[in-house]
Protein backbone atom coordinates (compact mmCIF):
# COMPACT_ATOMS: atom_id res chain seq x y z
CA UNK A 1 0.00 0.00 0.00
CA UNK A 2 1.53 3.10 -1.00
CA UNK A 3 1.76 5.91 1.48
CA UNK A 4 1.08 9.05 -0.87
CA UNK A 5 -1.09 11.76 0.69
CA UNK A 6 -2.38 15.31 -0.34
CA UNK A 7 -3.57 17.68 2.88
CA UNK A 8 -5.06 20.99 2.54
CA UNK A 9 -7.11 23.48 4.72
CA UNK A 10 -9.31 26.51 4.77
CA UNK A 11 -11.35 28.55 6.77
CA UNK A 12 -14.72 29.39 6.06
CA UNK A 13 -16.66 32.29 7.73
CA UNK A 14 -19.63 30.36 8.07
CA UNK A 15 -21.10 28.87 10.99
CA UNK A 16 -21.04 25.28 11.75
CA UNK A 17 -24.38 23.76 9.79
CA UNK A 18 -23.49 25.83 6.90
CA UNK A 19 -20.03 23.99 6.59
CA UNK A 20 -21.36 20.58 7.35
CA UNK A 21 -23.52 21.54 4.36
CA UNK A 22 -20.63 22.40 2.32
CA UNK A 23 -18.90 18.84 2.43
CA UNK A 24 -21.82 16.55 3.11
CA UNK A 25 -24.72 17.85 0.58
CA UNK A 26 -24.12 16.48 -3.03
CA UNK A 27 -25.40 19.89 -4.76
CA UNK A 28 -23.33 21.98 -2.59
CA UNK A 29 -20.26 19.42 -3.39
CA UNK A 30 -21.20 20.35 -6.77
CA UNK A 31 -20.39 23.60 -6.47
CA UNK A 32 -16.42 23.15 -5.60
CA UNK A 33 -15.44 19.94 -5.44
CA UNK A 34 -16.59 17.69 -8.65
CA UNK A 35 -19.10 18.75 -11.77
CA UNK A 36 -21.23 16.01 -10.44
CA UNK A 37 -22.16 14.21 -7.68
CA UNK A 38 -24.09 11.40 -6.27
CA UNK A 39 -23.91 10.89 -2.56
CA UNK A 40 -25.95 10.31 0.85
CA UNK A 41 -24.03 11.15 3.57
CA UNK A 42 -24.62 7.46 4.96
CA UNK A 43 -21.97 5.12 5.85
CA UNK A 44 -21.78 2.69 2.97
CA UNK A 45 -23.27 4.03 0.34
CA UNK A 46 -22.88 4.58 -2.75
CA UNK A 47 -21.02 7.67 -4.08
CA UNK A 48 -20.12 8.70 -7.76
CA UNK A 49 -18.54 11.96 -8.79
CA UNK A 50 -17.68 13.76 -12.32
CA UNK A 51 -14.14 15.44 -12.25
CA UNK A 52 -12.93 17.44 -14.36
CA UNK A 53 -14.69 14.99 -17.47
CA UNK A 54 -13.68 11.79 -14.90
CA UNK A 55 -16.06 9.69 -13.58
CA UNK A 56 -14.83 8.27 -10.02
CA UNK A 57 -16.99 5.51 -8.29
CA UNK A 58 -16.70 4.64 -4.38
CA UNK A 59 -18.65 4.94 -1.96
CA UNK A 60 -19.09 7.05 1.94
CA UNK A 61 -16.66 5.29 4.95
CA UNK A 62 -17.31 7.71 7.84
CA UNK A 63 -19.99 10.25 8.25
CA UNK A 64 -19.83 11.82 11.55
CA UNK A 65 -22.39 14.60 11.29
CA UNK A 66 -21.18 18.38 11.69
CA UNK A 67 -17.43 17.17 12.05
CA UNK A 68 -16.53 15.50 9.26
CA UNK A 69 -16.67 12.46 7.01
CA UNK A 70 -14.22 10.77 4.28
CA UNK A 71 -15.28 8.74 1.14
CA UNK A 72 -13.46 6.41 -1.35
CA UNK A 73 -13.08 7.56 -5.37
CA UNK A 74 -11.50 5.13 -8.38
CA UNK A 75 -10.32 6.93 -11.03
CA UNK A 76 -10.64 3.54 -12.39
CA UNK A 77 -11.13 -0.20 -11.03
CA UNK A 78 -8.52 -0.86 -8.61
CA UNK A 79 -6.71 2.78 -8.20
CA UNK A 80 -8.49 3.87 -5.39
CA UNK A 81 -8.26 6.90 -3.01
CA UNK A 82 -9.14 7.69 0.45
CA UNK A 83 -10.41 11.37 0.86
CA UNK A 84 -11.35 12.83 4.56
CA UNK A 85 -12.74 15.84 5.19
CA UNK A 86 -12.75 17.49 8.68
CA UNK A 87 -14.47 20.70 9.94
CA UNK A 88 -12.95 22.30 13.26
CA UNK A 89 -14.43 25.50 14.91
CA UNK A 90 -11.48 28.00 15.11
CA UNK A 91 -11.66 31.74 16.17
CA UNK A 92 -13.03 33.12 12.54
CA UNK A 93 -15.10 30.36 11.41
CA UNK A 94 -14.92 26.62 10.63
CA UNK A 95 -11.04 25.35 9.56
CA UNK A 96 -11.72 22.19 6.71
CA UNK A 97 -9.18 20.23 6.43
CA UNK A 98 -9.24 17.87 3.38
CA UNK A 99 -6.77 14.78 3.20
CA UNK A 100 -6.96 12.31 0.00
CA UNK A 101 -4.53 9.42 1.11
CA UNK A 102 -3.42 6.66 -2.04
CA UNK A 103 -4.87 3.15 -1.67
CA UNK A 104 -3.61 1.50 -4.86
CA UNK A 105 -1.60 2.59 -7.60
CA UNK A 106 -2.75 5.70 -9.92
CA UNK A 107 -2.53 9.03 -9.65
CA UNK A 108 -4.44 11.21 -6.99
CA UNK A 109 -5.97 14.33 -7.19
CA UNK A 110 -2.79 17.09 -7.44
CA UNK A 111 -2.18 18.82 -4.20
CA UNK A 112 -2.45 21.92 -6.65
CA UNK A 113 -6.22 20.84 -7.71
CA UNK A 114 -6.90 20.32 -3.82
CA UNK A 115 -6.04 24.35 -3.22
CA UNK A 116 -7.87 25.01 -6.14
CA UNK A 117 -10.90 23.11 -4.89
CA UNK A 118 -11.04 24.68 -1.50
CA UNK A 119 -10.21 28.24 -2.33
CA UNK A 120 -13.34 27.34 -5.16
CA UNK A 121 -15.43 26.61 -1.59
CA UNK A 122 -14.14 29.82 0.53
CA UNK A 123 -15.45 31.71 -2.52
CA UNK A 124 -19.13 30.46 -2.65
CA UNK A 125 -19.18 32.53 1.04
CA UNK A 126 -17.86 35.90 0.04
CA UNK A 127 -20.47 38.41 -0.59
CA UNK A 128 -19.70 40.42 -3.24
CA UNK A 129 -20.70 44.07 -3.38
CA UNK A 130 -22.16 45.86 -6.63
Known amino acids: MSCEQV ?13 WEAIS ?6 RWLA ?26 ERVEEGRGMSFTWERE ?3 PSLVELELTPCVSGIRI ?8 PGPMMS ?3 WTS ?10 LVLA
Open 35 to 60: DEVELEPVEGSPARFTVDGDERHGRV
Open 25 to 30: DAGFLE
Open 111 to 113: AGA
Open 97 to 104: EVTETDLG
Open 77 to 79: AGR
Open 7 to 19: KRETVLDVDADRA
Open 117 to 126: RLASLRSQFV
